[in-house]
């Protein structure tokens, strides 16, 4: 079955930590995108990729930064956690970028990330 | 800059009761996007609706929602809810035509609880 697969699942660090978070698709999709969704349920975009390419990058602290290998793969890097990074961090990809029909995303389960 | 605006936090309805989740938006964008996505529990956000035809109702699994410009709305309904319509709701906003759907800007979500 076709997805989108994050690694972790859930994460539990101390302040001052790095940590990395791995997301997968198979869909065969150009785009993708990291979101913050934080204890209020509040869902933000962070960074989007098309093609390896970075086309949204909204503003986060420096210490967050996205890596993509290929257009089926984009990772989130996070170095020394803060205890406002306590969140849970969703993947997303999309068809690609044009008009209505590549627009929508499909979401990975999220990766739970606890900051002591 | 864009900004979406949801029924604030709980909703909770009787099952068969009409569901009426409010939306409305804010942008530059001359042919914005909306769409309706819905969480549930333990399981990957996932597009319920989307429309960038002003006045046009659209429907999916139950649920409809009808783009009015006129009035930057967007609002999702339902006639009878169900038990299992019990989930997180998010407005998100985008721009057709400008790398459609490269960001969604989502409003804070809207949890819907039904009770038998």
């Known amino acids: 079955e076709t997805a989108v697969f994050q690694t972790p699942n859930y994460h539990v660090t101390q302040v001052g930590n790095e940590v990395s978070f791995n997301c997968k698709q198979t869909?065969?999709?150009?785009?993708m995108y990291w979101y913050k969704q934080d204890s209020k349920k509040l869902l933000k975009i962070m960074f989007s990729?098309?093609?390896?390419?970075?086309?949204v990058n909204e503003t986060v602290p420096r210490r967050f930064s996205p890596q993509s290998s290929d257009k089926a793969h984009l990772n989130l890097r996070i170095k020394s956690v803060e205890p406002e990074d306590s969140a849970v961090y969703l993947c997303?990809?999309?068809?690609?970028?044009?008009?209505?029909?590549?627009?929508?995303?499909?979401f990975g389960p999220g990766t739970r990330l606890t900051v002591l | 800059g864009d900004s979406v605006t949801q029924t604030e936090g709980l909703v909770t309805l009787t099952e068969g009761l009409p569901v009426m989740l409010n939306c409305t938006y804010q942008?530059?964008?001359?042919?914005?996007?909306l769409f309706w996505y819905v969480h549930y529990l333990n399981e990957s956000p996932r597009l319920l609706l989307k429309?960038?035809?002003?006045?046009k109702r659209t429907e999916h699994q139950g649920f409809h929602a009808t783009l009015h410009k006129s009035s930057s709305s967007f609002h999702l309904q339902k006639s009878s809810a169900q038990l299992s319509d019990s989930a997180l709701y998010y407005c998100?906003?985008?721009?057709?035509?400008?790398?459609?759907?490269?960001?969604?800007?989502f409003g804070g979500g809207t949890r819907l609880t039904v009770r038998p």
């Open positions: 997303a990809s999309s068809l690609g970028l044009g008009g209505p029909n590549y627009a929508e995303q499909f």
């Open positions: 869909l065969g999709h150009d785009t």
């Open positions: 990729y098309n093609n390896k390419q970075l086309i």
């Open positions: 942008t530059i964008y001359s042919n914005p996007f």
């Open positions: 429309s960038s035809t002003d006045n």
């Open positions: 998100a906003l985008s721009d057709v035509n400008n790398n459609a759907g490269a960001k969604l800007t």
